[in-house]
C-alpha cells in the first residue's frame, strides 16, 4: 500500500508560480512512475507529468516548457514545479503513482486556483 499525501497548491496570479509536492509512505525508488494529474471543474482527469522510476519524464502539451516535474529520493517526493501559470491551469492536482505490479495509487488532491 502506498499513501501519497500532497502539499503546495493555493491561489497565484496569471504568470505567478507554485510548486506542489508529493511525499510518499514508501521507497520512491520501489514506484515505477509517479506523476501529477489534474481535474477541472466539469472536464476530466488529465495527466499534467510523469517521471519514470529512470528519470524519463513526460508533459502534457498544454505545460511543455512551463511545468517541470523532479524527484528527490532521499526525500521520497516527487515535486511539480508550476510557472507562467494561466487560468486554464485552475484545477484540482493529484499526485499518482503507480507500482511495478501496475497497481496504482492516488493523493487527497490539492486545489491550484490562479486568477486574472
Known amino acids: 500500500q502506498v499513501q501519497l499525501v500532497e502539499t503546495g497548491g493555493g491561489l497565484v496570479q496569471a504568470g505567478g508560480s507554485l510548486e506542489l509536492s508529493c511525499a510518499t509512505s514508501?521507497?520512491?525508488?520501489?514506484?515505477?512512475?509517479m506523476g501529477w494529474y489534474r481535474q477541472a471543474p466539469g472536464k476530466q482527469r488529465e495527466l499534467v507529468a510523469r517521471?519514470?522510476?529512470?528519470?524519463?519524464?513526460n508533459y502534457a502539451d498544454s505545460v511543455k516548457g512551463r511545468f517541470t516535474i523532479s524527484r528527490d529520493n532521499a526525500k521520497n517526493s516527487v515535486y511539480l514545479q508550476m510557472n507562467s501559470l494561466q487560468l486554464e491551469d485552475t484545477a484540482v492536482y493529484y499526485c499518482?503513482?503507480?507500482?511495478?505490479?501496475?497497481?496504482?495509487?492516488w493523493g487527497q488532491g490539492t486545489q491550484v486556483t490562479v486568477t486574472s
Open positions: 499518482h503513482a503507480v507500482n511495478f505490479d501496475q497497481r496504482d495509487y
Open positions: 517521471i519514470f522510476r529512470g528519470g524519463i519524464t
Open positions: 514508501v521507497s520512491i525508488l520501489s514506484i515505477n512512475a
